[in-house]
């Protein structure tokens, strides 16, 4: 099911040419590839009518809409690993392992109280309804929190309320949102996968067992214990963070465990999603050698999107010359 306004409102284009809709997908730090596929598109002149965009291409697609595409690239590549840890206001026993209060306001300091209604082009984010699984199309209202609720990574960030319905990240439903830019009458849509790195991946394993090399089913008496003592004395917060967060060699961590849960359910939806409704380009960045959660990276994730976006430059222009 999906929610939105009382129905796409029309959006005219520029004379001579189909309206063109821009879909931005999912993808954590590999979303700052956004920013390199829409400065490319407009290097060539193509300018987008209408821009939709779940979690991080909410995110992007939210900025360049409200003409803050260049601030968004300058904050994006000032990140560093510090600075990220310093965003991140871990919290026990909420919804979500990060409260989010710092981020928010960030995201509020540079939007302000913008609405998706003052945008000079039309835009939707998408997020997923908590209980329901209702898909939600936000049209109209704050653009800030609209862009909150999107990427609301489910176990990572708490949900977020609007408009009287607790919502979380659209990934969960719709990752590349082709279908809601085809509703808001685009004719020509590009649409950016985040996730094509993945495509190779998710085969069938048809036998598999232990062998000598396991662990143990449990470990020794008051391991848990012991071992976090021994954490709490040797690590300070930002150590213990980074351990959680950024990819190690040994035993995945909570946060690497709930992302890769969510990538490879991201992907199945995906695949089957592009499959039904297929955009008219596809644009798909290598950019899986960046992790979820490397935003301090910033830099090679917009150089990728720059890229792969330069070479889907020419079936672009002849498709939107086809249906002109």
Same mark, same amino acid.
């Given at each position: 099911?999906?929610? *939105? ?18 879909? #931005? ?14 400065? @490319? ?8 009518? &209408? ?13 360049? *809409? ?9 904050? @994006?590549?000032? #990140? ?39 945008? /000079? ?5 998408? %997020? ?15 653009? *800030?929190? %609209? ?9 990572? =960030? ?12 659209? %990934?969960?439903?719709?990752?590349? /949102?082709?279908? @809601? ?5 685009? +004719? ?5 996968? #985040? ?31 012991? *071992?976090?003592?021994? #954490?709490?004395?040797? =690590? ?32 199945? &939806?995906? +695949? ?12 798909? /960045? ?28 020419? /079936? ?9």
């Amino acid at each position: 099911m999906t929610i *939105a306004d009382v129905g796409p409102r029309p959006v005219r284009g520029k004379v001579g040419r189909p309206l063109i809709g821009l879909v #931005l997908g999912s993808g954590a730090a590999r979303g700052f590839a956004h920013i390199g596929v829409i400065q @490319a598109l407009l290097e060539r002149g193509i300018i987008p009518d &209408i821009v939709v965009g779940t979690s991080i291409g909410a995110l992007v697609g939210g900025c360049y *809409a409200n003409n803050q595409l260049g601030e968004l690239e300058r904050w @994006a590549r000032s #990140l560093t690993v510090r600075r990220i840890i310093g965003y991140l206001d871990v919290r026990i026993g909420g919804s979500g392992l990060i409260g989010g209060g710092r981020l928010a306001r960030r995201l509020t300091d540079a939007i302000g109280t913008t609405t998706i209604e003052d945008l /000079p082009i039309r835009f939707a984010a998408i %997020a997923t309804e908590v209980g329901t699984g209702h898909e939600i199309w936000l049209t109209h209202g704050s653009l *800030a929190l %609209a862009m909150r609720a999107s990427y609301a990574l489910p176990g990572i =960030f708490p949900p977020v309320r609007l408009g009287g319905r607790w919502l979380v990240d659209g %990934a969960l439903v719709n990752p590349v /949102p082709v279908t @809601a830019a085809r509703a808001f009458g685009a +004719r020509v849509v590009i649409a950016v996968n #985040l996730d094509a790195d993945r495509f190779a991946r998710g085969a069938t394993i048809a036998s598999h067992g232990s062998d000598e090399n396991d662990e143990p089913v449990e470990p020794p008496p008051g391991t848990p214990r012991k *071992a976090f003592m021994g #954490l709490r004395g040797m =690590f300070g917060v930002e150590r213990l963070l980074r351990r959680q967060i950024f990819p190690t060699e040994t035993r995945p961590g909570f946060s690497t465990v709930m992302i890769e849960a969510f990538n490879i359910m991201q992907d199945r &939806i995906t +695949r089957m999603r592009l499959a039904g409704d297929p955009p008219d380009v596809h644009i798909t /960045p290598h950019i899986g050698h960046v992790g979820w959660l490397e935003f301090h990276r910033a830099a090679e994730a917009i150089t990728a999107g720059k890229i792969a976006t330069e070479k889907a430059l020419e /079936p672009i222009v002849d498709t939107i010359a086809a249906l002109g």
